[in-house]
């Protein structure tokens, strides 16, 4: 069956590169670069600023955003106002306009050809914030999360009433739209795996050292959250044992506490080219993810290397078919030290169904289903 190439306009915060930005640039990436399916016109903001002549709107600071009726993440609509002529003249030309991020949720009502839109939400921002307040033991700090929590149920709600259909990454999080938010249709599309980086690999038993690794980008708050459980409450406990284990922590923009840690089982590496290069080369996968929302990449990218991930419950929203893992339903630390200690001794991980995760989870897959769904769009039926 033959398919109809169609024109997509990109409308997102930052260029689709670097792939490894953040986990919206890692999906834009993969689904923008070379496809058969749709040809992109892909518009940043320092693009739409340098065509429209128009200054580039910034986010709010947290402390203003406390007196704004809407969520420190979120454009206002007056910013995006300065931007809306030009985007409505561009987008007479393009069959679907791929909005990507709640940040531009304004932009639904700004937008003239409202059935284009292919809304992207990526993550329910109210189910994250309501995560967050709930968390908090700070009495200060709780209710500033639940003033967050309030203004976004009351920006999604109104976007949700005005779109009939939003994207996300997490059945978990579309759900939650779907049932307190006024969504009619949430589209449910994960995040996918580059199989030239994440391969199956099984794990040697001839390890000098026993390599516990946790990935991601570290201005990410729940990310920051998992390394300092790992320096607190887990990494000490395994100095000075009879067996050498070392705790890894990969990605970008390391916290000072994480850059100054004196443990000499925590090796913190900042950036890498390659993730799949520490997976393949690590004893476990650590993820103790207590807060946020949506799919979680770096459990994707671990699994899909078939060594043995030791994850939280929340940290496998998403997932569809989660495979070589064991879920800690706590943050009790003795649990995941337990765990830890058990799968170290075992040491005999045989890693089972990759081969099948790796093929669900395939971008190519994943861009197809876009694919799919952006044909759904009004304006081509």
């Known amino acids: ?133 709930k968390s908090q033991r700070n009495p200060l700090i709780r209710f500033l999360y639940y003033l967050e929590f309030l203004k976004s149920k009351k920006l999604e709600s109104n976007l949700y009433d005005l779109v009939e259909s939003a994207h996300f990454v997490s059945g978990v999080d579309g759900a939650y739209a779907k049932d307190n938010l006024k969504l009619k249709t949430p589209i449910i599309i994960p995040n996918g795996i580059n199989l030239s980086d994440f391969y199956e690999k099984s794990v040697s038993n001839n390890h000098e050292e026993y390599r516990i690794t946790f990935t991601g980008n570290f201005n990410y708050f729940p990310n920051v959250e998992s390394a300092n459980f790992i320096i607190d409450e887990i990494a000490p406990y395994f100095l000075n044992k009879d067996y050498k284990v070392s705790f890894y922590l990969v990605g970008a923009n390391p916290t000072e506490k994480m850059s100054h840690c004196r443990l000499n089982n925590i090796k913190v590496t900042g950036r890498v080219e390659s993730m799949g290069k520490y997976l393949r080369s690590s004893s476990l996968f650590i993820c103790p993810i207590f807060s946020g929302s949506g799919i979680k990449n770096k459990l994707l990218e671990a699994m899909s290397t078939g060594i043995h991930s030791i994850c939280s419950t929340l940290s496998l929203d998403g997932i569809e078919m989660p495979i070589n893992y064991t879920e800690i339903k706590s943050s009790n630390a003795s649990e995941w030290i337990t765990s830890i200690e058990r799968h170290i001794k075992q040491n005999d991980h045989e890693a089972t169904h990759v081969k099948e995760f790796q093929k669900f989870y395939n971008w190519s897959n994943i861009i197809e289903k876009y694919y799919q769904n952006y044909l759904k769009n009004k304006s081509l039926l």
Do not use: W
Not at 126 to 131: D, S, V
């Open 1 to 133: 069956m033959s398919q109809k190439k169609i024109k997509v306009l990109f409308i997102a915060i930052n260029h689709f590169e670097p792939e490894n930005l953040d986990g919206v640039n890692k999906i834009n990436f993969n689904i923008v670069k070379d496809n058969k399916y749709y040809d992109v016109e892909f518009y940043s903001l320092n693009r739409i600023a340098e065509e429209s002549q128009v200054q580039k709107i910034k986010k709010r600071s947290k402390l203003s955003s406390l007196f704004s009726p809407d969520p420190f993440n979120v454009y206002s609509i007056s910013e995006l106002k300065k931007l809306s002529n030009f985007l409505n003249d561009k987008i007479k030309e393009f069959d679907v306009v791929h909005i990507s991020s709640l940040a531009f949720a304004h932009l639904a009502k700004l937008l003239k050809d409202q059935d284009k839109i292919f809304f992207s939400s990526i993550d329910c921002l109210t189910l994250l914030m309501k995560r967050k307040y």
